[in-house]
């Protein structure tokens, strides 16, 4: 906090008008990801049996490959948006909210991250994983 006195109306604290641009963002992106959720659920259907190979011809495509890096990276922001609200609404402690919300801000980065690389790996053709590092 600021150091700013609270203002209270019938013993209910009033809005400081701080939030309304998350509230946005948090509807933007949910906006956002109803069409890409859509395509999400056709290019399941359309890659379904295809098997590997076709799931690097898929995904070799520039347009695909743009989407489906797109679709993660505003549900990672999304998520991140939502653990933000949960933890700063129901937990008090600042020390523990502030370690919370890092941490799901890392994860969220980190997964954004392996998302995007992996991606591009296997849009050009390289192999998913070093060799001796998967099963």
Not at 40 to 63: H, M, N, R, S
Not at 70 to 78: D, K
Not at 113 to 131: M, Q, T
Request: hydrophobic share 55%.
């Amino acid at each position: 906090m600021s150091g700013h006195q609270k203002t209270f109306r019938n013993r209910v604290k009033v809005s400081e008008r701080h939030g309304a641009g998350e509230w946005t963002a948090e509807r933007l992106s949910a906006l956002a990801l109803a069409p890409l959720g859509l395509w999400g659920a056709w290019a399941g259907f359309e890659l379904a049996g295809g098997g590997y190979a076709g799931a690097l011809a898929w995904l070799a495509q520039p347009v695909n490959s743009t989407l489906l890096v797109l679709t993660l990276l505003v549900s990672f922001w999304h998520m991140n948006m939502g653990f933000k609200v949960i933890v700063e609404d129901y937990i008090h402690r600042p020390a523990t909210r502030g370690l919370l919300l890092g941490l799901s801000g890392l994860l969220c980065l980190v997964l954004s991250a392996a998302s995007v690389f992996f991606i591009v790996r296997l849009a050009l053709g390289s192999a998913p994983l070093p060799a001796g590092f998967g099963a």
